[in-house]
Every structure is written in C-alpha cells, then in structure tokens.
C-alpha cells in the first residue's frame, strides 16, 4: 500500500461560537513506534457529541483545534516492529476511550475526537491494543457506527441478557445513532420495541423494517408514559433507552415495568427536568434502577463485533446518507438540522 507524505484531516476552530471545522494538512509519521499502527481511514460516522463540541454544550474537556469524531472503520497501512495482532490490510476501528479496554479501569476515560486527537482523517496512528478487528459482513460504512453508537446501544441493552422476547418491551427515544442501533439489535432478538419520533414519517419508515416495532409521535402524543402503558397493556417497558437526559426521566419512570431499568445515554434536551425529585422513589416500588452508560469497554466492543458477525446483522438500516470528506461541513450541517434516522457517514475513501 502506498503511503502519502501528507494526508487530509478536519479540525475544529477555535475562538468562533458556534465553532465549525475546516481542512488541515497533516504530515504521514515515517517512523512508527513498536507498537503503533498506522491505518488507513476508510468511512467516518458522526454522533450528537461531534455537535455537542462545536456548539459548546459538551460537558467535559476538548482538545482546542482538534480532530473531530470518534466512530471509524478502517485498514491497517503499516505496522511497527513488535506489532502481533494485525498485519497491512486487516479491518479494524480504534476503541472510543483510550484507557478503557477491561471495564475495571476507575481512572477518568479519554475519548477519540473529544480529550483525545480523533479519526475524521485519512490516517491515524494507534497503538495495536486500542485496535478492534471488525465484522467481516459488514461494509466501511456499516463499520464506521459502532466505536461509539453501537457499543453504547450494546451496553444500554446489556447484551440483551435480560430481555423475554415472550414478555418484555423496550422503549427507545429518538431516531439517531445509538436508538437505532439498540433498535437493530432488539428486534434482531426478538424483543418488542417502540421507538419515539417526532415525525410520522420516520415513525412509517421505522415500522416497515420489523412488525416487532411501534412508534409514537412525542409532537402529538401529550403522555408518552400512558401510551406505552397502553401499547403495552400495562405491563410497561422492561427497558428505557433515555437519549434526552433529565427532561424525560418522570416519564420514563411512569413507563417502566416492574424490575425494568432506564439507561441514561445523552443530553439532547438539556440538562434539565421540571419535575420534582420524589419521583424517584417510584423506581424503589418498582424495584427498578437508573443508570448511566458511557459508550463501554474494548470488551463490550469486541462482543458486541462477534455478536454482530454470529447473527450476520445488516447494519444498513442506519446509514441515513453518506458524504464525501469533502463534504465534510455538509454532513455536520445536515445532522445540525437534525432530520436523519439513524447514523451519518463521511466517506473517506473507498
């Protein structure tokens, strides 16, 4: 493979609210460290934070003037001397957090695009043990969502280890990333899911993929808690995927069925809730839990890869338009208008 003095990376600016990104030049390291691996950046898919940043509501440190995103699929162009696990052409991602493979570590996590250098360039460097060999199913672009979206959806569903396809139900709000990545996975299991949106369009689109799924529109429907009561002849949701943030946990308690758990997964509606603080006691009569999920381990990443490659799942369902990485600030502008389902994608080479 033929390895360029220079390569084409984005990176965020500075100074500017709302920040944006623009083209740099980058200089191909001649000399790799033993361990290091240089690949060679295939497709790139952007999540909310890669937003979050440049409009400056991200709560938690991001490196100024950095490459952006996290989520990448790949191929090994070079390796350095004392590499074992790969070789020139194998497929791989870079895991999201740097220091975060067994899921013990207690240290703060550093995430690729975020407190860390990230991936929407044509190479990167990293080090052999923070790479994940990828499904072989699965295209570039299909690979690219699941650094960050798929494994923060695999966690959400805790591998789907507690889940009746015969009894339960999970409620999923929105249609971006990680909602219609739990989605895949859920129906793939046979588990029943309703999913939010604020368009009957998407709703009808989503419905098409699997008769497992319902939507409900947030716009029209004033109680979402009664209409997964309802929907779920009052048994409720043995699982809450919450991508809205404090807004939205009165009514995702009120939607849960006994023994049912909320995953906290984002902020899209701030970070905020007008509600008062004993609603939190219903989780104690529903012996239910809440918890937080920071995307997952290298672990979680690779079970999640061999549960993908185990039951052959088509990803394509959320790939909802694919750029060129010259089009790079069109594809941020387009998820900044907020009108896909599911995963956008920045092709950086074929």
Known sequence: MAIPDTFKAYRRTTGAHPLTIVPSTETTPKNLGPKDVLVKIHSVSLNYRDIAMLSGVYPAKVVEKGIPASDASAEVAAVGSAVQKFKVGDRVSPNFFVNFFTG??????????????????????????????????????????????????????????????????????????????????????????IITSSSDAKI?????????????????????????????????????????GPASIKSNIDSLATGGSIKIIGFLGGFTGDWNPSELLKLLFKRA???????????????????????????????????????????????????????IIIRVAE
């Not at 008769?211 to 529109?217: A, K, M």
């Open 204 to 244: 009808a689109q989503l419905q098409k993929l699997n008769p497992l799924i319902t939507g409900i529109n947030y716009k029209t429907t004033p109680d979402i808690s009664a209409e997964v009561q309802r929907i779920t002849n009052g048994r409720g949701a043995k699982l809450v995927v919450n991508n809205i």
């Open 104 to 193: 013990e570590e207690l240290e703060p996590l550093q995430g690729l695009g975020g407190d860390v250098e990230g991936v929407l360039a044509e190479y990167g460097v990293f080090s052999e043990d923070l790479l994940v060999p990828l499904p072989k199913h699965l295209s570039w672009d299909e690979a690219s969502t699941i650094a960050c979206a798929g494994v923060t959806a695999w966690s959400s569903v805790d591998g789907l280890k507690n889940l009746s396809p015969e009894t339960d139900y999970a409620l999923l709000e929105g249609t971006g990333g990680v909602s219609m990545f739990a989605l895949l996975l859920l129906v793939d299991a046979g588990i029943k899911t």
């Open 289 to 343: 839990s809440l918890q937080g999920i920071s995307v997952g381990s290298k672990l979680d990443f690779e079970a999640l890869n061999a549960h993908l490659e185990e039951r052959k799942i088509s990803l394509q369902p959320l790939v909802d338009r694919v750029f060129a990485l010259d089009e790079a600030k069109d594809a941020v502008d387009h998820m900044i208008a907020g009108r896909h389902v599911g995963k």
